[in-house]
T-cell receptor
Protein backbone atom coordinates (compact mmCIF):
# COMPACT_ATOMS: atom_id res chain seq x y z
CA UNK A 1 0.00 0.00 0.00
CA UNK A 2 1.16 3.53 -0.76
CA UNK A 3 2.20 5.37 2.39
CA UNK A 4 1.22 8.76 3.76
CA UNK A 5 3.21 11.13 5.97
CA UNK A 6 1.54 13.60 8.32
CA UNK A 7 2.79 15.84 11.13
CA UNK A 8 2.29 14.29 14.55
CA UNK A 9 0.44 17.28 15.95
CA UNK A 10 -0.85 20.75 15.11
CA UNK A 11 -2.52 23.58 16.99
CA UNK A 12 -5.11 26.06 15.86
CA UNK A 13 -6.99 28.90 17.43
CA UNK A 14 -10.74 28.60 17.54
CA UNK A 15 -12.59 30.16 14.60
CA UNK A 16 -9.44 30.28 12.45
CA UNK A 17 -8.82 28.16 9.33
CA UNK A 18 -6.71 25.02 9.68
CA UNK A 19 -4.62 23.43 6.95
CA UNK A 20 -3.66 19.83 7.64
CA UNK A 21 -0.97 18.56 5.24
CA UNK A 22 -0.39 15.04 3.96
CA UNK A 23 2.44 13.74 1.75
CA UNK A 24 1.90 10.67 -0.40
CA UNK A 25 4.75 10.65 -2.89
CA UNK A 26 4.25 7.00 -3.93
CA UNK A 27 0.55 7.37 -4.75
CA UNK A 28 -0.60 5.44 -7.80
CA UNK A 29 -2.80 6.86 -10.51
CA UNK A 30 -5.88 5.03 -9.27
CA UNK A 31 -5.51 5.68 -5.53
CA UNK A 32 -8.15 7.84 -3.92
CA UNK A 33 -7.22 10.13 -1.03
CA UNK A 34 -9.46 9.78 2.01
CA UNK A 35 -9.57 11.76 5.24
CA UNK A 36 -11.08 10.43 8.43
CA UNK A 37 -10.98 11.90 11.90
CA UNK A 38 -11.30 10.34 15.32
CA UNK A 39 -12.67 12.32 18.23
CA UNK A 40 -11.69 11.21 21.73
CA UNK A 41 -13.39 7.98 22.79
CA UNK A 42 -15.14 7.53 19.44
CA UNK A 43 -14.67 5.51 16.28
CA UNK A 44 -13.23 7.23 13.19
CA UNK A 45 -15.54 9.47 11.18
CA UNK A 46 -15.44 10.02 7.42
CA UNK A 47 -14.51 13.58 6.44
CA UNK A 48 -13.89 13.77 2.70
CA UNK A 49 -12.24 12.02 -0.23
CA UNK A 50 -10.98 12.88 -3.69
CA UNK A 51 -9.01 11.65 -6.70
CA UNK A 52 -7.59 14.57 -8.67
CA UNK A 53 -9.79 17.63 -8.34
CA UNK A 54 -10.31 19.70 -5.23
CA UNK A 55 -13.40 18.71 -3.27
CA UNK A 56 -15.71 20.55 -0.90
CA UNK A 57 -18.37 19.30 1.46
CA UNK A 58 -20.12 20.61 4.54
CA UNK A 59 -17.31 19.52 6.82
CA UNK A 60 -14.15 20.51 4.97
CA UNK A 61 -12.30 21.07 1.71
CA UNK A 62 -9.66 18.86 0.17
CA UNK A 63 -6.94 20.46 -1.94
CA UNK A 64 -4.94 18.00 -4.06
CA UNK A 65 -1.61 18.97 -5.60
CA UNK A 66 -1.39 18.79 -9.36
CA UNK A 67 1.15 15.93 -9.20
CA UNK A 68 -1.01 14.25 -6.52
CA UNK A 69 1.99 13.71 -4.28
CA UNK A 70 0.46 15.78 -1.51
CA UNK A 71 -2.89 17.02 -0.31
CA UNK A 72 -4.26 19.39 2.31
CA UNK A 73 -7.39 19.10 4.39
CA UNK A 74 -8.84 22.52 5.09
CA UNK A 75 -11.17 23.23 7.98
CA UNK A 76 -12.48 26.69 7.23
CA UNK A 77 -13.27 27.71 10.78
CA UNK A 78 -12.00 25.48 13.57
CA UNK A 79 -14.27 24.82 16.51
CA UNK A 80 -13.52 23.04 19.76
CA UNK A 81 -15.43 20.06 18.39
CA UNK A 82 -12.84 19.72 15.62
CA UNK A 83 -10.15 18.68 18.12
CA UNK A 84 -9.36 15.14 16.97
CA UNK A 85 -6.80 12.91 15.29
CA UNK A 86 -6.98 13.38 11.52
CA UNK A 87 -5.96 10.50 9.28
CA UNK A 88 -4.96 10.83 5.64
CA UNK A 89 -5.45 7.48 3.89
CA UNK A 90 -4.94 6.15 0.37
CA UNK A 91 -7.37 3.55 -0.84
CA UNK A 92 -5.89 0.15 -1.48
CA UNK A 93 -6.09 -1.57 -4.84
CA UNK A 94 -8.85 -3.61 -6.38
CA UNK A 95 -10.38 -6.30 -4.22
CA UNK A 96 -11.16 -5.58 -0.62
CA UNK A 97 -11.80 -2.07 0.55
CA UNK A 98 -9.48 -1.67 3.50
CA UNK A 99 -8.34 1.57 5.05
CA UNK A 100 -4.66 1.62 6.02
CA UNK A 101 -4.39 4.12 8.87
CA UNK A 102 -1.14 5.74 9.95
CA UNK A 103 -0.71 7.61 13.22
CA UNK A 104 -2.46 10.72 11.93
CA UNK A 105 -2.21 14.33 13.07
CA UNK A 106 -3.53 15.28 16.47
CA UNK A 107 -5.23 18.65 16.13
CA UNK A 108 -5.65 20.78 19.22
CA UNK A 109 -8.00 23.76 19.09
CA UNK A 110 -7.28 26.61 21.49
CA UNK A 111 -10.28 28.63 22.71
CA UNK B 1 -31.17 6.10 11.18
CA UNK B 2 -29.26 4.12 13.76
CA UNK B 3 -25.52 4.05 13.27
CA UNK B 4 -23.22 1.07 13.54
CA UNK B 5 -23.70 -0.64 16.87
CA UNK B 6 -21.23 -2.88 18.68
CA UNK B 7 -21.51 -5.06 21.74
CA UNK B 8 -20.31 -5.30 24.37
CA UNK B 9 -18.81 -1.85 24.98
CA UNK B 10 -16.19 -3.16 27.40
CA UNK B 11 -14.87 -6.61 28.12
CA UNK B 12 -12.24 -8.07 30.42
CA UNK B 13 -10.83 -11.51 29.66
CA UNK B 14 -7.98 -13.66 30.91
CA UNK B 15 -5.09 -14.90 28.79
CA UNK B 16 -5.97 -18.08 26.91
CA UNK B 17 -9.70 -17.39 26.87
CA UNK B 18 -11.87 -16.87 23.83
CA UNK B 19 -13.92 -13.76 23.00
CA UNK B 20 -16.76 -12.94 20.58
CA UNK B 21 -17.49 -9.37 19.57
CA UNK B 22 -20.62 -8.36 17.71
CA UNK B 23 -21.46 -5.69 15.17
CA UNK B 24 -24.69 -4.52 13.54
CA UNK B 25 -24.18 -2.42 10.42
CA UNK B 26 -26.27 0.51 9.29
CA UNK B 27 -29.49 -0.67 7.67
CA UNK B 28 -28.90 -1.31 3.97
CA UNK B 29 -25.13 -1.70 4.32
CA UNK B 30 -23.81 -5.01 3.07
CA UNK B 31 -20.12 -4.64 3.84
CA UNK B 32 -18.63 -4.96 7.31
CA UNK B 33 -14.97 -4.49 8.22
CA UNK B 34 -13.16 -5.06 11.49
CA UNK B 35 -10.22 -3.04 12.80
CA UNK B 36 -7.99 -3.30 15.86
CA UNK B 37 -6.75 -0.10 17.48
CA UNK B 38 -4.00 -0.35 20.05
CA UNK B 39 -3.56 2.66 22.32
CA UNK B 40 -1.69 5.47 20.59
CA UNK B 41 -1.89 3.90 17.12
CA UNK B 42 -4.23 4.17 14.17
CA UNK B 43 -6.71 1.36 13.52
CA UNK B 44 -5.32 -1.74 11.79
CA UNK B 45 -7.44 -3.68 9.29
CA UNK B 46 -8.38 -7.22 10.30
CA UNK B 47 -11.17 -8.42 7.98
CA UNK B 48 -13.71 -7.30 5.43
CA UNK B 49 -16.91 -9.23 4.77
CA UNK B 50 -19.29 -8.56 1.93
CA UNK B 51 -22.38 -10.58 1.14
CA UNK B 52 -21.39 -13.05 3.86
CA UNK B 53 -18.03 -13.86 2.31
CA UNK B 54 -14.56 -12.85 3.43
CA UNK B 55 -13.23 -10.35 0.91
CA UNK B 56 -10.09 -9.18 2.62
CA UNK B 57 -7.82 -10.12 5.49
CA UNK B 58 -5.13 -8.13 7.23
CA UNK B 59 -1.91 -9.37 8.78
CA UNK B 60 -3.43 -11.09 11.82
CA UNK B 61 -2.89 -14.65 13.07
CA UNK B 62 -5.38 -17.46 12.56
CA UNK B 63 -6.59 -16.96 16.13
CA UNK B 64 -8.70 -14.19 14.65
CA UNK B 65 -11.77 -15.21 12.68
CA UNK B 66 -15.03 -13.61 11.71
CA UNK B 67 -18.28 -14.26 9.95
CA UNK B 68 -21.20 -12.34 8.53
CA UNK B 69 -24.79 -13.40 8.90
CA UNK B 70 -27.69 -13.21 6.40
CA UNK B 71 -28.86 -9.97 8.03
CA UNK B 72 -25.32 -8.56 7.44
CA UNK B 73 -24.44 -8.40 11.12
CA UNK B 74 -21.04 -9.77 11.98
CA UNK B 75 -19.04 -11.45 14.71
CA UNK B 76 -15.32 -11.26 15.38
CA UNK B 77 -13.85 -14.18 17.30
CA UNK B 78 -10.45 -14.27 18.94
CA UNK B 79 -9.11 -17.52 20.42
CA UNK B 80 -6.28 -18.09 22.89
CA UNK B 81 -6.17 -14.46 23.97
CA UNK B 82 -2.80 -12.83 24.54
CA UNK B 83 -2.03 -9.69 26.54
CA UNK B 84 -1.21 -7.99 23.24
CA UNK B 85 -4.79 -8.46 22.06
CA UNK B 86 -5.87 -5.73 24.47
CA UNK B 87 -7.21 -3.00 22.21
CA UNK B 88 -10.25 -1.17 20.91
CA UNK B 89 -11.99 -3.29 18.27
CA UNK B 90 -13.84 -1.26 15.71
CA UNK B 91 -16.47 -2.33 13.25
CA UNK B 92 -17.19 -0.30 10.12
CA UNK B 93 -19.95 -0.71 7.59
CA UNK B 94 -20.37 0.57 4.07
CA UNK B 95 -23.05 0.26 1.46
CA UNK B 96 -20.99 -1.95 -0.85
CA UNK B 97 -17.44 -2.89 -1.73
CA UNK B 98 -16.70 0.22 -3.73
CA UNK B 99 -13.35 1.48 -2.43
CA UNK B 100 -14.53 5.03 -2.85
CA UNK B 101 -17.50 4.53 -0.55
CA UNK B 102 -17.19 6.05 2.89
CA UNK B 103 -17.09 3.71 5.85
CA UNK B 104 -19.10 4.32 9.00
CA UNK B 105 -17.50 3.23 12.23
CA UNK B 106 -19.10 2.07 15.44
CA UNK B 107 -17.94 3.21 18.88
CA UNK B 108 -15.88 0.07 19.35
CA UNK B 109 -15.48 -2.64 21.97
CA UNK B 110 -12.71 -2.08 24.48
CA UNK B 111 -11.08 -5.48 25.21
CA UNK B 112 -8.71 -5.85 28.14
CA UNK B 113 -6.78 -9.10 28.51
CA UNK B 114 -5.25 -9.74 31.93
Amino acid sequence: DAKTTQPNSMESNEEEPVHLPCNHSTISGTDYIHWYRQLPSQGPEYVIHGLTSNVNNRMASLAIAEDRKSSTLILHRATLRDAAVYYCILSSGAGSYQLTFGKGTKLSVIP
Amino acid sequence: DAGVTQSPTHLIKTRGQHVTLRCSPISGHKSVSWYQQVLGQGPQFIFQYYEKEERGRGNFPDRFSARQFPNYSSELNVNALLLGDSALYLCASSRDRDRVREQYFGPGTRLTVT
